[in-house]
């Protein structure tokens, strides 16, 4: 990483969370999945799929990210979770809306 950083390029990494990172990173997004233990308690952004009845929002509302973003969860109901995380976020601004661009691509 010392050989990408002396090119001048910065390093981020997107991650679940459940394994602690390099230290020399420049930007971490933990994107944590229901049920998983975290590692990773702070970091740059926090992405949460939403909704999600074992992850919700507050769970994760006092680790130390400097952005917390909701992406609705993609599927049938891509809609109602659509407009739910928005109102989520209308309520709790702290929370950002976001999406899952790789969904709407149709990559897997």
């Keep these: 990483m010392?050989?990408?950083?002396?090119?001048?390029f910065e390093i981020a990494i997107e991650t679940n969370g459940t394994i602690p990172p390099p230290h020399n990173l420049d930007w971490i997004c933990v994107s944590p999945k229901a049920g998983a233990a975290l590692v990773i308690?702070?970091?740059d952004e926090l992405k949460l799929v939403y909704p999600q009845s074992?992850?919700?929002?507050?769970?994760?509302?006092?680790?130390q990210f400097r952005f917390f973003y909701l992406q609705p969860m993609y599927g049938d109901r891509i809609a109602e979770n659509t407009a739910a995380a928005i109102d989520y976020c209308k309520h709790?601004?702290?929370?950002?809306?976001?999406?899952?661009?790789?969904?709407f691509l149709g990559i897997p």
């Excluded at 010392?2 to 001048?8: N, R, T």
């Excluded at 074992?54 to 680790?63: F, G, I, K, N, R």
């Excluded at 601004?93 to 969904?103: E, F, M």
């Design 92 to 103: 709790n601004p702290r929370w950002r809306l976001s999406i899952q661009t790789h969904k």
């Design 2 to 8: 010392d050989a990408v950083h002396a090119f001048g």
């Design 41 to 43: 308690c702070a970091g």
């Design 54 to 63: 074992e992850a919700s929002p507050p769970t994760y509302e006092d680790l």
